[in-house]
Each structure stands twice: as C-alpha cells, then as structure tokens.
C-alpha cells in the first residue's frame, strides 16, 4: 500500500530563517505531488505541483519554492521566511490526473 | 475561475440526529467532486468522489450525492466520532487536470452525545 510521510509535524522559525520541509511517498512511482498551504478561515490553497522530477509548476507568486530531486520526494523552501508564512502547510501525490488526492499529516508551521 | 462555497460553515448535531451538509460548485466541466474528512491538526482523509450528475457514493453512516450545480454529504444517525470537518473540492477540465482541486472552507461538524 502507498503511504505518505512529512516532516517535520511542527516548526517554530523567526522571521527571516531558511525553511525546508520534505515530503516522500512510498508503495508507487511517478505519482504527481502537491504542496497545500491551509490558513483558517480560508481553506486549502495550492502552492506548487509536479508532474515529475524536476518539473514543478507554481499557483501562488511568493515567498516559497518547491524542489523534486528525486521521483518521490517533495521539498518546500524558503530562503527568508515572513511572518505570513505561517500556517499549516500539507504535502499530497496522486497516480494521475482526476484521482483522489491522498495527504500526509501536515507541518504546522509559525514565524515569530 | 472554478469555486467551491460549503454550508453551513459550522454544525452541531446530537447523537443520531441524521443532516446533510452542501457543496456548490462553478466549474467549466466537471471532471470530478471529492469529499475528505479532516480530524484537528491531521491531514485529510479521502471519503468519495463523484464524476457525474445522479451518482451516489455510501460508506457507513455517510452518503455522498451529485448534481449539476451541487453535492450532499447525508449523515444518518451520526455518532460522536463523526466529528470533524468536511471538506469538498472539485477537479475540471481547465488547466489539463494535473494541477490540483479546488477545495472550498469546509463544514465543522459537531456531534453531541
């Protein structure tokens, strides 16, 4: 069965560090992967995905960068987190267009 | 734009008192509409989806339906444990299918034993 890890599941930054979370999926290959962004009151927003190694696509102009060095590894960065980068950041892959989406459990992310 | 507008925002129910919560849908074609389960500070979990007008979907106490403009959740003689939240988000044909669902806020879900 596939399964979806993330790490790590809580990260408390100050304004202007680096940030790295990473996400692998094991149990398939060439899944697509996806980075969700969940503020309260405002729902899931995408933020990149990638239909295969190296190729990344982004919705959302900003802070954050997404990396796939390897066929099931998703990395979101940052080279200087704001304050509005917080919030509670989910990593999600599927087999193919039109399939359910499947999350890990989330980093809950604050900038102080 | 595809948008997705979920009522009510937030439910209590008691303990067997059967509901349904809504999804509203614009897209430019549907391709798919799923529903997830999100407990606090967890991922959420896939429940159903629905890929055209008149399917139902079932899974214990839950009921998944589909229209042209909108989805249901039915929830019959819900327990405690069906607290959480729902979400609903849809799939179309814009923008090749590979870039993600469009998810609406969410119902948060309460029930009373």
């Known amino acids: 069965s596939q399964t979806i890890h993330q790490w790590p599941a809580t990260l408390v930054q100050p304004v202007g560090s680096p940030l790295s979370l990473e996400c692998t999926v094991e149990g398939t290959s060439n899944p697509n992967l996806y980075w969700y962004r969940q503020a309260a009151g405002r729902g899931l927003q995408l933020l990149f995905y990638?239909?295969?190694?190296?190729?990344i696509s982004s919705e959302v102009p900003q802070n954050l960068s997404a990396s796939r060095p390897q066929d099931r590894q998703f990395i979101l960065s940052s080279k200087k987190l704001l304050l509005s980068d917080s919030g509670f950041y989910l990593c999600?892959?599927?087999?193919?267009?039109?399939?359910?989406?499947?999350f890990g459990n989330g980093t809950r992310l604050t900038v102080t | 734009e595809d948008q997705v507008t979920q009522s009510p925002e937030a439910l209590r129910l008691q303990e067997g008192e059967s509901s349904s919560l809504n999804c509203s849908y614009t897209v430019s074609g549907l391709r798919g509409l799923f529903w997830y389960r999100q407990d606090p500070g967890k991922g959420p979990e896939f429940l159903f989806t629905l890929y055209s007008a008149g399917e139902e979907k079932e899974k214990e106490r839950l009921k998944a339906t589909l229209t042209k403009k909108e989805s249901f959740l039915h929830i019959t003689a819900p327990k405690p444990e069906d607290s959480a939240t729902y979400l609903c988000a849809v799939q179309s044909y814009s923008g090749g299918g590979a870039d993600g669902l469009t998810f609406g806020k969410g119902t948060h879900l309460i029930i009373q034993p």
């Open positions: 999600a892959w599927r087999r193919r267009e039109n399939s359910p989406l499947h």
């Open positions: 990638s239909v295969g190694i190296g190729q």
